[in-house]
């Protein structure tokens, strides 16, 4: 191979490996809607905000393009087209790549793809989960009226109406969970405590014991399936719903059960509900992201479907006439006909990851550079961007006030950079749980004498092409100690 040839194949290796996204951002605060399936009460999500929305002086949102653009030239993977939806990361490893060091540290999961990547980082996160316990053939249902049994979710896979249109390498898992049992029946016939109309993503929480613990005693799964989103997406309270579902999956960590993610819907009854559904996603994935276990971008698989894939009430997903585990190309426009295939693929990509002596299903993956010091911040190298990080465990103590608050943030902090090529709308959030109180910062500058606004949980504004920082700081209440420990940022366009 000539020099020329090595030169342009390594190129191709590390850019495969940089950061993915596009940038978004806007919050805005609006009358909740009343919920879908009619349920008026989000109470569970609202008992658990006890920390107020943002003042950094929201505007109400402009119409947001679905699609997120690259804050880095060549930076995305194309996924692989599958029927006119999308299926598989499709990712295969370049040529050089046992030529260059690849990086290590959690990988971070692109926008571009529906199912995320299952690389070593990832695995490696997955088995240790399994190691806590589960039955190998069981799964758990966590949702709201779209993951119901009558909902059609997965539950056509226990009879013989399945027509997988030549994707029989999925005929094993299929088989594998049907010989699961939970209370006498399949997981995929299982009747969940933990999927009720009308829910949103802090219902199954709510109570002792909880439904969602509930379901998990009683199933023991190996897979918890998690899909929330339509109903939240009324409220508009972001950093709830992220801290929420941070919650569903540390519960179903616990008990040896994999999360697995799924992005909601598109919404055809609402506009303004629509608008916020691809940030939901973003929340979505940056929680999957941050635990390393499975996401399934439904919203963007479905973004191309006939009427999204919903029914006639242009709300809930659509069901083929010859059943919801068909699968040839002209039943992929109903909605949970997509949902029920793009599930049972990410099952068989996990159960194969999870395999003795199985080696990862992707490359390594984009990880996060810099250290977050004011010397070496974290580069935001596109959007949206999610970061999982612990400030009891990591990162610097360089401020202590900001200009722009009088707040003591005297605890550890993470400083990130961004670099936008173009004006546009960012939002920024940050989610926490517990005692934590982790508080975000815009700066001009890595000063705390150059800081542009302060929240407790998130940031919009519109910014001028150039270069931006954020810090995610401790907070020190007086007369106590730092709220130093685990956090999740996320970053994403909401506009222009």
Same mark, same amino acid.
Not at 330 to 345: D, F, V
């Given at each position: 191979?000539?020099?020329?040839?090595?030169?342009?194949?390594?190129?191709r290796?590390?850019?495969h490996?940089?950061?993915?996204?596009?940038?978004?951002l806007?919050?805005?605060?609006c009358?909740?809607?009343?919920?879908?399936?009619g349920d008026?009460?989000?109470?569970?999500?609202a008992?658990?905000d006890?920390?107020g929305?943002s003042?950094?002086?929201?505007?109400d949102?402009?119409?947001?393009d679905?699609t997120?653009?690259?804050a880095?030239e060549d930076?995305?993977?194309?996924?692989r087209?599958?029927d006119?939806?999308?299926?598989?990361?499709?990712?295969?490893?370049?040529v050089?790549?046992?030529?260059?060091?690849?990086?290590?540290g959690?990988?971070?999961?692109?926008s571009n793809?529906?199912h995320?990547?299952?690389?070593e980082?990832v695995? @490696?996160?997955?088995?240790?989960?399994?190691?806590?316990?589960?039955?190998d053939?069981t799964?758990?249902?966590?949702?709201?009226?779209?993951?119901?049994y009558?909902?059609?979710?997965?539950?056509c896979?226990?009879?013989?109406?399945?027509d997988?249109?030549?994707?029989?390498?999925?005929?094993?898992?299929?088989?594998h969970f049907?010989a699961? @049992?939970?209370?006498?029946v399949?997981?995929?016939e299982?009747r969940?405590?933990?999927?009720?109309?009308?829910w949103s993503?802090?219902a199954p929480?709510?109570g002792?014991p909880?439904?969602?613990?509930?379901?998990?005693?009683?199933?023991?799964p190996?897979?918890?399936l998690?899909?929330?989103?339509s109903?939240?997406?009324?409220?508009?309270?972001?950093p709830?719903y992220?801290?929420?579902?941070?919650?569903?999956?540390e519960r179903?960590?616990?008990?040896?059960a994999?999360?697995?993610f799924?992005s909601?819907?598109?919404r055809?009854?609402?506009a303004i509900?629509? =608008?916020?559904?691809?940030?939901?996603?973003?929340?979505?994935?940056a929680?999957?992201?941050?635990?390393q276990?499975p996401?399934?971008?439904?919203?963007?698989a479905?973004?191309?479907?006939?009427s999204?894939g919903?029914s006639?009430?242009?709300?809930?997903?659509?069901r083929?006439?010859?059943g919801?585990?068909?699968?040839?190309?002209?039943?992929?426009?109903y909605?949970?006909? =997509?949902?029920?295939?793009?599930?049972?693929?990410?099952?068989? @990509?996990?159960?194969?990851a999870?395999?003795t002596g199985a /080696?990862?299903?992707?490359p390594?993956?984009?990880?996060a550079?810099?250290d977050?010091?004011?010397?070496?911040?974290?580069?935001?190298e596109?959007l949206?961007?999610?970061?999982h990080?612990?400030t009891s465990?990591?990162g610097?103590m360089?401020f202590d006030?900001y200009?722009?608050?009088?707040a003591? $943030?005297?605890?550890r $902090?993470?400083?990130?950079r961004l670099e936008?090529?173009?004006?546009a709308?960012?939002?920024a959030?940050?989610?926490?749980r517990?005692t934590?109180?982790v508080d975000?910062?815009?700066?001009? /500058?890595?000063s705390?004498?150059?800081c542009?606004?302060?929240?407790?949980?998130?940031l919009v504004?519109?910014?001028?092409?150039g270069t931006?920082y954020f810090?995610?700081?401790s907070?020190?209440?007086a007369?106590s100690?730092a709220?130093?420990g685990?956090?999740?940022?996320?970053v994403?366009?909401?506009?222009?």
């Amino acid at each position: 191979m000539s020099a020329g040839a090595v030169r342009s194949s390594l190129m191709r290796t590390v850019k495969h490996w940089v950061a993915w996204a596009g940038l978004s951002l806007v919050f805005v605060a609006c009358a909740p809607m009343s919920a879908l399936d009619g349920d008026s009460g989000d109470a569970p999500d609202a008992s658990r905000d006890a920390r107020g929305s943002s003042d950094s002086g929201a505007s109400d949102a402009a119409s947001s393009d679905a699609t997120e653009d690259s804050a880095v030239e060549d930076s995305a993977v194309d996924a692989r087209e599958r029927d006119g939806a999308i299926a598989d990361s499709g990712v295969t490893p370049d040529v050089m790549a046992d030529r260059v060091t690849p990086p290590t540290g959690p990988t971070l999961y692109p926008s571009n793809q529906t199912h995320s990547p299952i690389s070593e980082s990832v695995q @490696r996160s997955m088995r240790a989960i399994a190691m806590r316990g589960g039955m190998d053939n069981t799964f758990a249902k966590v949702g709201d009226s779209q993951t119901v049994y009558d909902s059609g979710f997965m539950v056509c896979f226990a009879g013989t109406s399945v027509d997988l249109a030549g994707r029989d390498a999925l005929a094993p898992t299929i088989a594998h969970f049907r010989a699961g @049992r939970i209370a006498g029946v399949t997981p995929y016939e299982r009747r969940p405590l933990s999927a009720v109309v009308g829910w949103s993503s802090g219902a199954p929480l709510a109570g002792s014991p909880a439904p969602l613990d509930q379901e998990l005693a009683a199933a023991q799964p190996r897979f918890s399936l998690v899909m929330y989103g339509s109903n939240d997406s009324q409220v508009r309270n972001l950093p709830v719903y992220g801290e929420n579902l941070w919650e569903i999956a540390e519960r179903s960590i616990a008990r040896g059960a994999i999360p697995v993610f799924t992005s909601a819907p598109p919404r055809g009854d609402s506009a303004i509900a629509d =608008q916020w559904i691809p940030w939901y996603a973003h929340v979505a994935r940056a929680v999957a992201q941050a635990k390393q276990v499975p996401f399934i971008d439904l919203e963007r698989a479905l973004r191309a479907a006939p009427s999204f894939g919903l029914s006639g009430d242009n709300l809930h997903l659509s069901r083929s006439p010859r059943g919801a585990c068909s699968f040839a190309a002209s039943e992929l426009r109903y909605g949970q006909n =997509q949902r029920n295939l793009l599930t049972i693929e990410a099952l068989d @990509r996990a159960r194969r990851a999870l395999a003795t002596g199985a /080696a990862p299903l992707d490359p390594p993956g984009s990880i996060a550079t810099g250290d977050g010091s004011v010397a070496s911040p974290i580069a935001i190298e596109a959007l949206p961007f999610a970061d999982h990080r612990d400030t009891s465990r990591g990162g610097s103590m360089a401020f202590d006030r900001y200009s722009c608050s009088t707040a003591n $943030e005297g605890g550890r $902090e993470f400083v990130y950079r961004l670099e936008l090529r173009a004006p546009a709308r960012i939002h920024a959030l940050v989610l926490d749980r517990g005692t934590v109180d982790v508080d975000l910062h815009r700066l001009t /500058a890595p000063s705390a004498s150059m800081c542009a606004a302060r929240d407790d949980r998130q940031l919009v504004a519109d910014l001028p092409a150039g270069t931006h920082y954020f810090s995610v700081d401790s907070y020190v209440p007086a007369g106590s100690t730092a709220r130093e420990g685990e956090y999740i940022f996320v970053v994403f366009r909401a506009g222009p």
